[in-house]
T-cell receptor
């Protein structure tokens, strides 16, 4: 069974440019998460979806970050415009239901120059 | 708020040495506790978990016991191998339906032959 797939694996952009990350969760998983992992830190939740509904986006910086999961399957996280401090690894995870094990993708490493 | 504190790394051991990585938590209610492992170039993987006090999670020779009295969930392995070299994250899942995972900062383990 395929795991959580994220793309791209690496992205380098100039500051003030937009960037988007894509995540395809495990088939049948209703819950999808986006996490931010700064260097030397543990992941921090940005947003959680139950199907297509964002049920916890309290940690998402809404001035520049947006996310969508239109059909309740794959999801896109966007930053516009990117800042130097956004350089980090962006992790996507999914779980069957809200209280079951979360499976993580390999992440997208973003470098803003 | 809820938080997880784990020992700083890197932890460098020789093969077959005994491993302990300390983890303590602060939480309201009765969270579930987890250890995740991140091998080089891979995504986070669940290593073991415990959902209530005095539970012992175990997997691949690793063990951790949920100690409510000391609010701890220390990771142990009796004999480490080079292949155990990775970053280990302690995490808690908040009690209730949020399924929000709160991670520690991670501990790098380097096992030398």
């Amino acid at each position: 069974e395929a795991g959580v797939v994220q793309s791209p694996r690496y992205k380098i952009i100039e500051k003030k440019q937009p960037v988007a990350f894509w995540c395809n969760p495990i088939s049948g998983h209703n819950t999808l998460y986006w996490y931010l992992q700064n260097l030397g830190q543990g992941p921090e939740l940005l947003i959680r979806y139950e199907n297509e509904e964002a049920v916890d986006d309290s940690q998402l910086p809404k001035d520049r970050f947006s996310a969508e999961r239109l059909k309740g399957v794959d999801s896109t996280l966007k930053i516009q415009p990117a800042e130097l401090g956004d350089s980090a690894v962006y992790l996507c995870a999914s779980s069957l239901e809200v209280d079951t094990e979360a499976f993580f993708g390999q992440g997208t490493r973003l470098t803003v120059v | 708020g809820n938080s997880v504190t784990q020992m700083e790394g890197p932890v460098t051991l020789s093969e077959e040495a005994f491993l302990t990585i300390n983890c303590t938590y602060t939480a309201t209610g009765y969270p579930s506790l987890f250890w995740y492992v991140q091998y080089p170039g891979e995504g986070l993987q669940l290593l073991l978990k415990a959902t209530k006090a005095d539970d012992k999670g175990s997997n691949k020779g690793f063990e951790a016991t949920y100690r409510k009295e000391t609010t701890s969930f220390h990771l142990e392995k009796g004999s480490v191998q080079v292949s155990d070299s990775a970053v280990y994250f302690c995490a808690l899942r908040e009690a209730g339906a949020t399924n929000k995972l709160i991670f520690g900062t991670g501990t790098l383990l380097a096992v030398q032959p």
